[in-house]
């Protein structure tokens, strides 16, 4: 059964803080690993991944794949307020039309 | 450019009502998707239409139907709603050619009594 499991569920840290998310996954035929932002509305997207140990960097936020052990993470370094959300991994798998969502992890981020 | 939109934000049924949530995306994507998202589930996908005139099962489809009326529309329809369809029902629609990261509308939250 494919799966898409989130670590930790939530976390809560002070502004300035830096912090990883993981995302680990079972699926059949990998195509590519996403992650999202949600607020308080719609996911926003963030990152694709699709080849292992390329970092894929914005502004404080970055996600590396690891292909061999089936993961990836989120980093969000000096983090602010505005941070405060929920981070949807996601995986693609190839011949498939859609995504299959983890559960979440809840960060706030408090001053 | 509005994206993806959805009608109606919001929602009350009672149970045995019929509606139809409406989706419109206005970037000539060919994918359309409806999930829904619940407490501690993530979101989960109920139909998908891969492009104009197809539709497919998602993972819940059960009490759902859909209808991809053209390129830009694809509805979600309750025939007769139950309160385990009480959630937050989220349209989405990708590129397609090889950029397959999903734009989501704001989303409705349906509440059924």
């Known amino acids: 059964e494919d799966k898409v499991v989130q670590s930790p569920l939530s976390l809560v840290v002070h502004e300035g803080d830096t912090v990883t998310l993981n995302c680990s996954y079972e699926?059949?035929?990998?195509?590519?690993l996403l992650w999202y932002k949600q607020e308080k509305k719609a996911p926003t997207f963030l990152f694709m991944l699709?080849?292992?140990?390329i970092e894929k960097k914005s502004g404080r936020l970055s996600s590396i794949l690891d292909k061999k052990e089936l993961f990836s993470i989120l980093n969000i370094t000096a983090t602010q307020t505005g941070d405060s959300a929920v981070y949807l991994c996601?995986?693609?798998?190839?011949?498939?039309?859609?995504?299959?969502f983890g559960t979440g992890t809840r960060l706030t981020v408090i001053p | 450019n509005a994206g993806v939109t959805q009608t109606p934000k919001f929602q009350v049924l009672k149970t045995g009502q019929s509606m139809t949530l409406q989706c419109a995306q206005d970037?000539?994507?060919?994918?359309m998707y409806w999930y829904r998202q619940d407490p501690g589930m993530g979101l989960r996908l109920i139909y998908y239409?891969?492009?104009?005139?197809?539709?497919d099962k998602g993972e819940v489809p059960n009490g759902y139907n859909v209808s991809r009326l053209n390129k830009r529309e694809f509805s979600l329809r309750l025939e007769s709603a139950a309160p385990s369809q009480t959630s937050v029902y989220f349209c989405?629609?990708?590129?397609?050619?090889?950029?397959?990261?999903?734009?989501f509308g704001p989303g409705t939250r349906l509440t059924v009594l």
């Open positions: 996601a995986v693609e798998r190839a011949g498939a039309n859609n995504l299959f």
């Open positions: 699926v059949t035929n990998f195509r590519s």
């Open positions: 699709t080849s292992s140990g």
């Open positions: 970037m000539n994507h060919n994918s």
């Open positions: 239409s891969a492009s104009e005139g197809t539709t």
């Open positions: 989405a629609s990708i590129p397609g050619l090889a950029r397959n990261e999903q734009f």
